[in-house]
């Protein structure tokens, strides 16, 4: 049995409900949600006017990502409306990461053959996970474009007959618009993984106290990979709403 | 694009299951961190606010209260200077009637005086007039009991003394 065995693209199917398959990073998923939502009902009763230090600092945090956002976006109403979208996407990544580097966590399992199947995987270690938020990521922008631009004025961003120059333009948005998706999805889920194999490889090797300073870098890189995909669902929000400026200029020229 | 879905293990039903996943905590960040979050922020803004306005409100007027009393007291210090200056004035202007009705007293006195003394005068004057008159009266009337011839200026002289005598 080699360290190869343990390794696996895919994650590992344990049951199924309903018809719908549960696999060891969608467990990870449920409970990733499970902490949200049990964190957000007891954070919802202790907000009070007037903060303690648990608020403060949560709100400390959603500022500093408005701010960040202002600072993209340009505006801080835009940046407040669209901090929820930001804020989840941000969150269920770096939380799913963290949840996946506890350690033990993939030593609980199922014996297949001699192969441990870990109950748990860090979810965005199965592109299922990282497509998932690509294509809502995607989608809410332009949806979010939609809303700000008009579903014309949007739509002309991908098909405009005026000449054939931005008919390819319009050609290239598309396919941009899938590109993005397979960047999202593979970005984050070549690091993951890439961290789960490294921790696995190095625990193999050598299991005592080596691994720890790769666990330390994978919380790291778990939070970098966090921020990258909530950083660039808001440059590309902004680069869609803010496409409207230039239609406009370009219309005052064309008059 | 088989074998690379293949491979991946990628499966719609668990692609939806992370979107829901994905959905419940956009709805859990939403409607009990984000939205309950904002509106206390909201609240402690406007309290804040509401705060700063009554602390400026407050200075305003205490500004104004300083104005206020530091006029008032101008005010009454001024009433208080005219008031000493009128009871002055008028202090002064009661000494100068009570002098000059003194001095007219004293005029009228004097000239009272002065009349009685000259009634007085006239009267000792009227007096000695009449009594001039008696003398001469007697004077005549002892010249006549006299010898008309006699009468000399010796005799004269001795019975003016005379008379003067017995008076």
């Known amino acids: 049995m080699g360290i190869g065995d343990e390794i696996s693209l895919k994650a590992e199917h344990l049951f ?4 719908f398959p549960v696999t060891n990073t969608l467990l ?8 949200f939502v049990v964190f957000g009902l007891i954070f919802r009763n202790k907000i009070k006017v007037f903060p303690g230090k648990f608020q403060s600092f ?16 340009g505006n801080r109403a835009l940046a407040e409306n669209y901090l929820p979208l930001v804020a989840s996407l941000f969150f269920f990544v770096l939380v799913s990461n963290w949840l996946g580097l506890l350690p033990g966590l993939s030593s609980v399992g199922l014996r297949e053959g001699g192969i441990i199947v870990p109950f748990f995987r860090s979810p965005a270690s199965d592109l299922n996970f990282t497509l998932a938020l690509a294509i809502v990521s ?15 004025l949007h739509l002309k961003r991908f098909f405009n007959f005026k000449n054939p120059i931005t008919f390819f333009v319009g050609i290239l948005e598309i396919i941009s618009e899938f590109a993005k998706i397979i960047s999202f999805s593979f970005r984050l889920f070549g690091n993951v993984f890439a961290g789960e194999v490294l921790l696995i490889t190095i625990g193999a090797l050598i299991p005592y106290f080596v691994p720890m300073p790769f666990l330390v870098m994978e919380l790291f890189v778990g939070f970098i990979q966090a921020f990258i995909f909530a950083m660039l669902t808001i440059v590309f929000i902004a680069a869609a709403t803010a496409l409207e400026e230039g239609h406009e200029e370009l219309q ?3 008059k | 694009m088989q074998s690379l879905v293949q491979n991946f293990g990628i499966d719609w039903k668990v692609l939806a299951s992370q979107v829901f996943n994905f959905l419940v905590i956009f709805g859990v960040i939403t409607f009990l961190v984000y939205k309950p979050l904002a509106k206390s922020v909201a609240e402690r803004r406007k309290k ?8 400026e409100e407050a200075s305003r007027r205490l500004v104004e209260i300083n104005t206020l009393e530091s006029k008032t007291l101008k005010k009454a210090e001024d009433q208080a200077v005219d008031l000493i200056a009128k009871a002055e004035r008028r202090a002064k202007e ?9 001095d007219e007293r004293e005029q009228e006195m004097k000239k009272k005086s002065l009349e009685a003394i000259a009634e007085a005068k006239e009267r000792s004057m009227k007096e000695a007039e009449s009594e001039l008159a008696s003398l001469a009266k007697e004077i005549l009337v002892k010249a006549v009991r006299v010898n008309p011839q006699s009468v000399d200026e010796a005799l004269l002289k001795r019975m003016t003394d005379e008379v003067v005598k017995s008076k």
């Open chain 1, 16 to 19: 199924s409900i309903g018809g």
């Open chain 1, 28 to 35: 990870l998923s449920f409970a990733a949600v499970i902490v």
């Open chain 1, 58 to 73: 949560f709100e400390w945090i959603l500022e500093e990502i408005t701010n960040l956002m202002e600072s993209v976006l």
């Open chain 1, 138 to 152: 995607v989608i809410a922008t332009n949806i979010i474009a939609v809303k700000s631009l008009g579903i014309k």
């Open chain 1, 252 to 254: 005052k020229v064309e």
């Open chain 2, 48 to 55: 804040i606010q509401e705060g700063l306005d009554k602390e």
């Open chain 2, 94 to 102: 009661q000494e100068a009637k009570i002098l000059k009705e003194a």
